[in-house]
């Protein structure tokens, strides 16, 4: 048997005793059991006609090529193929990969243990078998859907072999209804702000020994900074009903192992099999605050606890902070803060790219990285909560506004909510950008009211996030009322005296002719300094047929005035595109791949 490989996620350790373990593995939500990671070298064959189903490739196939995994379904197609470019495929993609493995051996006691496999992302259309055996995901899914966040197996230990094969099927296509980001589709074509698909096996793949009866790796946290309340959302995975206990305990994560714990509490409960929700909520007396300036951080352990004494467990650093959105300002902390925002499209970067622009755009100045309709590593996240970065995350948008395209939004937001809901870096959510995927909601009443049903259930669900409804423009009115918590436009120019019109315009109210588009739809808004203005977008300069500067002195230059109008005027924070130049947009101020800075440091901050 295979030994699953030893690792131990604890962060409680002193910072003078030893470093805190590298988590390699794309989540945030640790367990302290074993892995085999499954990365490396897979067998892999293009299914051209889409006949794998039909010819039952699951039970045996004959594999022409190799591809590594981690790794984009384009990528492996070029490798396959002998070509370094090229558009890889059209309108529909069908791929298989293949790999064996040893059986693990397992460091939990048989009676209570089970392996189980994760992705960390693939897709957009998953199906995997174990020997030959359609798999099921813990939802009960044959296929999983969705392509940005991570999906997970529980394995029958009687379908285990010595040697098992694992065979994977992904599929893709240009569809316009489905959540696409900024990849090409039937409706908008690669090319300026449009990039290449980058699909299928793109994050990590791992087994893992876990207990039967568990807590999954995921946990919400919802802080109310004036009760020093926090309120955990836990999810269970149960496959015994009984008696069991929710045991939390919060540390400093600055403390030794044997440190007592700064507050912990037990939930005794009686559960069915399956899973469920559950929050519980501690009190933190005296905790200090997660903020930019000091992105202080909790340790939680969070053990589920059977009758006869056994615990699983899991942990995760958390941090407490509030967002509001209340007249002009943006409040951190029930403090106004200024956003000093950057656009960031992480297109094909690696995690550890992905790292390094993360520190470029704190020293460029910045306290905001909107994430621009993308799915990121699960780690990242965690990067900007202990670099005390703020993050505006946003739902990668469909093409085209149909209610199946809204279908498929809901569900990508909820797995995206569902997994990102723990980091304290995270206040700001977009439901949609530009129009993109919902381009009648000047017309369509059905499509304003999904908007303004989703937008009540975030405030509902995730009270401890602001949303924005469309970012840029055509915004909702409901009686009057606006159905986002910020008033954002997008606004390109790069004649200074212009974009001083431009910003006057929008403090005084003018939903029209201000934007590209009016920047209020459905009922008469009028804009009295009751919701905080966000240029959420603005810049460009990088490119030269815009009127953008022609070297980095005078993009500077440039970007320092533009930013003093900006801090002039009663404006709650701004977004400057883009932080690094990806595919057809030359605009960035990072280097893609060393987050070497090509203008100076702090140039996008705002100052005191």
Known sequence: MHPLLPTNYSTSVSREEQPTPANLLPRAVLRSNSYLLLDGPWHFAHDIDDQGLIHNWAQGHSYEHMAQWPGSVETHLREARGQKEGSAWHDRVVVWYEREFDRPAMDVPPALSMLQLTFGACGHETRVWLNGQLLKTIEGEDVHYGEYTSFTYELD?????????????????????????????????????????????VRSVWLEAVERNRLRSRVGVVSEVEDQLVRFNLTLRLHDAGDYVIRLQVFDPAQPNDALPLAESDFGLHMAAGQWQQRVVLEVPEARLWAPESPNRYRLVAQLIDANGYAARIETLFGLRKIEARGRHVYLNNKSIYLDGILYQPGEATYEEMQRHMHAMKALGCNLVRVHIAGIDPRIYNLADELGLLLWVEVPSPHSSTVRSRINHRAELLRMLTLSETHPSIVIWSLYNEDW??????????????????????????????????????????????????????????????WQELLDRLINGEMNGTAAYPLVVGDPFFYRHQVPLIVSEWGGFGFPDYGGPQDAEARTASISAFKQELRRRPIAGDVYTQATNIEDERNGLIDPQTGALSVPAGLLASGK
């Open 437 to 498: 995927g919902v381009q009648d909601i000047a017309t369509n009443a059905d499509t304003r009211k999904y908007i303004i049903d989703t937008y009540h259930f975030m405030q509902i669900a995730y009270p401890q996030f602001l949303v924005v409804d469309n970012d840029g423009w055509h915004h909702v009115s409901y009686t009057g009322r606006l159905k986002s918590d910020l008033l954002t436009a997008h606004l390109y120019t790069p004649d200074l005296g212009r």
């Open 157 to 201: 230990e009687a379908a285990l072999l010595p040697v098992n094969r694992l065979t994977v099927r992904i599929a893709d296509t240009m569809d316009a209804e489905l959540p696409r980001g900024k990849q090409e589709s039937h409706v908008y074509k690669r090319g300026g702000i449009w990039y290449q698909t980058y699909t299928g096996a």
